[in-house]
C-alpha cells in the first residue's frame, strides 16, 4: 500500500530573481512618499465590452492604481483579469483581484502567469466572500488555500521562481507588486492587527482595509499597527467610498459581508430627500477621508463606489488629490 | 451548554491529552511505517475518530491543528480556512455563512489563550494537502508527513517575525506560560 501517497519530495533549489514589484507604478508612487489612490473597477454582469470603456473613460487619471474586483459579492461578472487586460491595453495600472473562493492552486497560478504575459504587476490577494452571499449560492466553494497562502504562493513564484507545488518555472518569473486586505472592523479586533503582520510575513506589500465608516475603531486598529512597527513594513490604504442613498447604506450593512455601518450615519441619511442623500453620502466619505488621512501610518486611500462610479472623480477632486503624480 | 463546548472553553484536560499524545504516537511510527499508511489509517482511525470527532467535530483532514487553534478545529470553518478569521466574521463573532454557528477562528483565538499553544495561533499554516484528507491524523502525524510546507519554503514561520521589538509598547506576541 506504501505509494499511494507519495512523500513530498524536497522542493527544488530555488533561484533568487531579486525581484520585489518595484516595477509596478503604485509602488513606484509609494516609494516616491506621495499620497497613494487606488480606485475600484467593477466589471460588468454580461459580455459587455463598452461598459468597461465607460469605466475606463470616466476613472482614468484618478488613480494610481485600478482594482478590477473578482467576481464581487460571489456574483457573477467577467472576469477580474479580463477586464484587467482591457485596463493595461488603454493605459491605466489594473491591480488584479484573486479571491480564493473559484479557483484551485491551478487556476490560481495559470491566471498569475496570464496577468505577468500581458504586463500586469499589480495583485490582490483575497479569500473572497462566501457564495452564500451571492447569486449562486447552490455552488461549489473552493477554498484549496486560504489568503495567506494565496500570498505566501504568489511571493515564491515572483522571489524564488517556484510553483506551490516546489518546482522551478521555467525561465522567467512574475514580478508582481503583491496586495493583501484586512477587515478591521470584524473580531476579534485586538487580533486583526496579528493578522496583517501574518501577511506580512506571507509577503504582502499593501493593504487595503474594509470601507471605514467608524472611524474610532480604524484609529484604535492603526494606532496597534504602529505599535507593532508593521506600517514600516506594509502600505496601507485606508477603503473609504461614497454611499449613494439610505438604501444602499442599509443594504451594505446587512447584505454585504464585513461591512459595519454606525446607526449615527443612518440617522444623518434618513430625512433627507433623494438627492441630498447623495450629496450627503459624498461629504461624508470626504470627511471620513479627511480623518484616516491624518491618522499616522496611512499611506494612500482606496475607493471603492459601491453602484455609483461616477462619485469617484469628484471625492478624489474634492480631496486634493488630482491630478495623480507621475513616476 | 453542551459538554462539548465545556471541554473547548476549559481546555487543560485536553492540552494534557495533546501532550501525551506527542510523546506516544512518534514512537508507533516503525510500526506505521511498515504497515503503510493507508493500512495504519484505517486501523486507528475508529478510535480517533470517536473520540476526536465527538469532541472537536473533527473533519479528517489528516493535518490536525488544533492545538495551535486553541483545541478547536479549523475545518468547520465553511471556507475551510487554516489562516483564519475572514473578514466576513459578525460584530457578535459568529459565522458570516452559518449565523447560529460561532467563528471558529474567534472561538480558537479566545481559546488559545487558554493554553499554553497561545504563540502558535501566530503560525502561518501551511494549506491542506488534500490527499491526506480522511486519513488518520494520529498516523500522518507520526510519519512527519502532516505539516509539509510547500515551494521554496522549509518549515513554518510565524507572524511576530514581522513585529518590530523594540518599540512601544511591547508587542501582542503573549509570552508561554510556565
Known amino acids: ?327 | 451548554m453542551s459538554i462539548r463546548t465545556y471541554l473547548q472553553d476549559h481546555p487543560a484536560p485536553l492540552v494534557w491529552a495533546w501532550q501525551l499524545a506527542e510523546k506516544i504516537l512518534p514512537r508507533m511510527r516503525p510500526l506505521f511505517e511498515r504497515l503503510g499508511m493507508e493500512r495504519s489509517s484505517a486501523i486507528v482511525k475508529l478510535p480517533e475518530e470517536i473520540f476526536k470527532g465527538s469532541i472537536f467535530n473533527c473533519q479528517d483532514c489528516a493535518q490536525c491543528i488544533l492545538h495551535y487553534n486553541g483545541m478547536t478545529c479549523p475545518m468547520n470553518c465553511p471556507k475551510q480556512l487554516r489562516n483564519g478569521p475572514c473578514g466576513g466574521v459578525r460584530l457578535n463573532g459568529k459565522c458570516e455563512v452559518k449565523p447560529e454557528m460561532d467563528c471558529v477562528w474567534v472561538k480558537g483565538y479566545e481559546r488559545s489563550r487558554k493554553t499554553r499553544y497561545a504563540h502558535e495561533f501566530y503560525r502561518l499554516n501551511p494549506p491542506v494537502d488534500w490527499r491526506l484528507d480522511g486519513l488518520a491524523s494520529w498516523v500522518t502525524f507520526a510519519m512527519g508527513r502532516d505539516q509539509i510546507t510547500t515551494g521554496a519554503e522549509n518549515g513554518i514561520r510565524y507572524a511576530t517575525e514581522a513585529v518590530r521589538t523594540g518599540r512601544k509598547p511591547a508587542p501582542a506576541a503573549p509570552k508561554e506560560e510556565k
Open chain 1, 1 to 327: 500500500m506504501n505509494g499511494v501517497i507519495p512523500t513530498p519530495v524536497p522542493p527544488a533549489p530555488p533561484v533568487n530573481t531579486g525581484l520585489t514589484g518595484a516595477n509596478a507604478n503604485l509602488a513606484k508612487v509609494l516609494a516616491a512618499g506621495h499620497f497613494a489612490v487606488c480606485v475600484e473597477v467593477s466589471p460588468p454582469v454580461g459580455p459587455n465590452a463598452e461598459a468597461v470603456q465607460k469605466q475606463i473613460n470616466l476613472l482614468k487619471g484618478y488613480g494610481d492604481a485600478y482594482n478590477v474586483t473578482d467576481n464581487q459579492s460571489a456574483t457573477v461578472h467577467m472576469s477580474s483579469l479580463a477586464v484587467s487586460i482591457m485596463l493595461k491595453q488603454a493605459g491605466l495600472e489594473p491591480i488584479v483581484q484573486f479571491t480564493c473562493r473559484d479557483r484551485n492552486r491551478l487556476g490560481l497560478q495559470a491566471d498569475m502567469l496570464g496577468a505577468a504575459a500581458f504586463g500586469i504587476n499589480h495583485i490582490l490577494c483575497l479569500t473572497g466572500d462566501h457564495p452564500i452571499w451571492g447569486d449562486h449560492p447552490q455552488c461549489k466553494s473552493v477554498y484549496d488555500m486560504d489568503s495567506v497562502n494565496l500570498i505566501r504562493m504568489a511571493r515564491m513564484m515572483r522571489d524564488w521562481r517556484v510553483f506551490e507545488n516546489g518546482k522551478n518555472i521555467p525561465k522567467l518569473a512574475p514580478d508582481f507588486f503583491i496586495g493583501a486586505v484586512e477587515n478591521p472592523f470584524a473580531p476579534p479586533f485586538e487580533y486583526r492587527p496579528m493578522r496583517v503582520a501574518k501577511k506580512i510575513v506571507a509577503g504582502a506589500q499593501f493593504i487595503q482595509t474594509q470601507l471605514i465608516f467608524n472611524v474610532d475603531r480604524f484609529r484604535e486598529f492603526m494606532k496597534r499597527v504602529v505599535d507593532l512597527g508593521l506600517h514600516e513594513q506594509v502600505a496601507i490604504l485606508a477603503g473609504v467610498g461614497p454611499i449613494k442613498s439610505l438604501k444602499v447604506a442599509e443594504f451594505m450593512a446587512n447584505e454585504v459581508a464585513g461591512v459595519e455601518i454606525p446607526q449615527s450615519i443612518i440617522d444623518r441619511l434618513s430625512p433627507l430627500s433623494k438627492e441630498d442623500q447623495a450629496k450627503a453620502g459624498l461629504d461624508l466619505c470626504c470627511e471620513v477621508a479627511n480623518q484616516v488621512r491624518e491618522i499616522e501610518g496611512v499611506r494612500g486611500l482606496h475607493v471603492m463606489a459601491v453602484n455609483w462610479p461616477d462619485a469617484v472623480p469628484q471625492v478624489v477632486k474634492n480631496l486634493g488629490l488630482f491630478p495623480r503624480p507621475v513616476v
